[in-house]
């Protein structure tokens, strides 16, 4: 391990993108190597070893032989985005303050920026290849004394895929397993290197049995069918003692239902768009946006980066032209060449869209002072008990052409903040609590009062034209408005249903579309808008779905709600009768 080179990152210094990524920038299917990149460079005190990287991308066809049909025995000559993602694993460092095992005295390593590898790739684009290729570069060839490499995906028949390419890989280089003496002796489910008394094994996907190992290598298949992350957590929390430890895990997209999977694709996107914080995460994703022609060739080499090599055109062609006009085989087609998640209720807003929304991401940390006096309508989707309580105000444009504004305000129940921590890891509810994004009231179950205060200050701050309510939970909350003197004209009651809440969706919909509603970069409505889905009648008019989203899409139905009271307020100053929702 170096311990030197921290003169090469002096402070402040910047990193613009090398070449070999440079060329990639205009490329959306590149986003995540940008990013990468990008992310590395803004850590304190993090440098770049180009030697090191370029030694490792050299050697490679050296090391590794391709293992399957008319590769096997090929040289594996790095693809660009492998290459891209070698080169990023490899190459970006960072001072880490340690002891020395020998004096006890504090000491400096420079230690991988980029310690865990979240891969999401379609089908027959060699990632399993390319997964025991990595695998072995850091537990044979970085030649770690006591090293400790542990394979794993849903059971031990998924893991044989990866672990029995590594093998192939070895048998095929006669400097590791040729000779009297072979460096490498390989077993049924175990690798080991005599010369640094190192093991790699095949484990099963049970979490039972798996505590006390100290891995170094840690590679983890197919993500999507994973039915806990126990054994995940159990080998990672194994890596303490390793100075840097590194995982390895990759996999194609899966069904919607399989919640721990699914929770691992949110947040790499996460990591991508800057919701999730995971410096130590390299994510990487080719894969089909939402809205992208799923039979427009493009958006297959968009999702594909080794299309034409494996897989074929014709194979995909095919595979299109079966799937065209079979809801079931176009989902298979979705899921397995455009790594597209399938079965579960629609999705409703495009990510990419929403973040366009937000021309400043900070916007609703000021946007109250800078909006007082304006007029507003408000809408308040108020919990079942311990549940998330939105209210949004919506702000229509004084200018024709400029955007609706959106400012909302969620309240959770102190005692459930715990609950949620343990039920829900990804979702950073203290980061949003710390930065007031989310406000707690105490005890179990959302206190009302807090939300009847905010109401009038709202009214005192704000021309409140009408204040929208679901009356399934907010009897208590409505009538104590109305003992404290608001106006009961100004309170609309607004039934969850398609009657009262198809048009206001359509129009919301049509807005996000647009880039004319914007929400100001609120995180916690972003990860409802992240999370909300729609359901339709017989004539496709359709409503947020909330039955399928728990608590997850409260703000969403807010603004839509509040939308729906602009609306009919715009129909009111046209037409003389309106009937009031």
Excluded at 525 to 553: C, T, Y
Aim: charged share 25%.
């Amino acid at each position: 391990m170096e311990t030197s080179g921290a003169a090469v990152a002096a402070a402040g210094a910047l990193w613009p993108l090398p070449d070999w990524l440079a060329e990639h920038e205009a490329d959306p299917a590149y986003g995540w190597a940008i990013s990468g990149w990008k992310r590395a460079a803004a850590q304190k005190g993090a440098w770049f070893d180009a030697r090191k990287a370029e030694q490792v991308v050299a050697n490679w066809p050296r090391w590794f032989k391709l293992t399957a049909d008319r590769f096997a025995g090929v040289p594996f000559r790095l693809l660009k985005w492998q290459e891209i993602v070698v080169r990023l694993l490899v190459g970006w460092k960072r001072p880490a303050d340690h002891i020395d095992p020998l004096t006890g005295k504090p000491i400096v390593y420079h230690v991988r920026v980029f310690s865990r590898l979240l891969l999401w790739v379609p089908r027959k684009n060699g990632k399993s290849e390319f997964l025991a290729a990595l695998s072995l570069l850091f537990f044979v060839h970085e030649r770690l004394v006591g090293s400790e490499g542990y394979c794993f995906a849903r059971d031990e028949d998924q893991a044989k895929i990866t672990f029995g390419r590594m093998k192939s890989m070895l048998l095929k280089d006669p400097a590791l397993t040729g000779g009297a003496t072979p460096r490498v002796t390989m077993t049924a489910k175990g690798i080991f290197v005599a010369e640094t008394a190192s093991g790699f094994h095949l484990l099963s996907g049970k979490p039972d049995g798996k505590h006390g190992r100290m891995p170094q290598v840690i590679t983890g298949d197919e993500m999507h069918e994973w039915e806990t992350r126990d054994l995940e957590d159990n080998l990672r929390q194994g890596t303490g003692t390793r100075l840097q430890p590194v995982e390895l895990y990759a996999s194609t997209a899966g069904l919607k239902s399989k919640v721990v999977g699914f929770g691992l694709w949110e947040e790499t996107l996460g990591i991508l768009d800057g919701t999730f914080d995971d410096p130590s995460a390299l994510a990487v994703v080719f894969a089909a946006d939402p809205d992208d022609d799923w039979q427009d060739e493009k958006v297959w080499a968009k999702a594909n980066p080794t299309l034409g090599l494996t897989p074929t055109h014709d194979y995909i062609r095919k595979e299109a032209a079966k799937a065209k006009g079979n809801p079931r085989a176009e989902a298979a087609f979705r899921r397995y060449h455009l790594n597209q998640w399938v079965e579960q209720t629609v999705r409703w807003l495009n990510r990419d869209k929403w973040l366009a929304c937000a021309p400043d991401p900070n916007a609703w940390r000021t946007r109250r002072d800078e909006l007082k006096g304006r007029r507003c309508c408000l809408a308040i989707d108020v919990s079942a008990t311990q549940d998330i309580t939105a209210k949004v105000q919506i702000f229509e444009p004084e200018t024709p052409g400029d955007a609706f504004l959106l400012l909302p305000r969620f309240w959770i129940p102190r005692g459930t903040l715990e609950a949620r921590k343990q039920r829900d890891r990804v979702t950073p509810w203290q980061k949003w609590i710390d930065e007031g994004a989310l406000l707690t009231t105490p005890g179990d179950a959302v206190d009302q009062n807090f939300v009847m205060k905010a109401v009038k200050d709202d009214l005192a701050d704000f021309e409140v034209e009408a204040i929208g309510f679901d009356p399934w939970n907010a009897a208590k909350l409505i009538g104590d408005l109305q003992l404290d003197g608001v106006d009961p004209e100004l309170l609309v009651e607004m039934r969850q249903g398609i009657l009262t809440l198809g048009e206001p969706s359509k129009e919301f919909e049509r807005l996000v579309i647009t880039g004319l509603m914007d929400h100001g970069g609120h995180p916690v409505l972003a990860w409802m808008a992240g999370h909300v889905q729609v359901r339709f009648d017989e004539n496709m008019n359709f409503m947020p779905a909330r039955k399928r989203s728990a608590d997850k899409i409260d703000g969403i139905v807010a603004s839509v709600m509040a939308l729906g009271l602009t609306m009919a307020g715009e129909e009111a100053d046209k037409t003389p009768e309106i009937i009031v929702l």
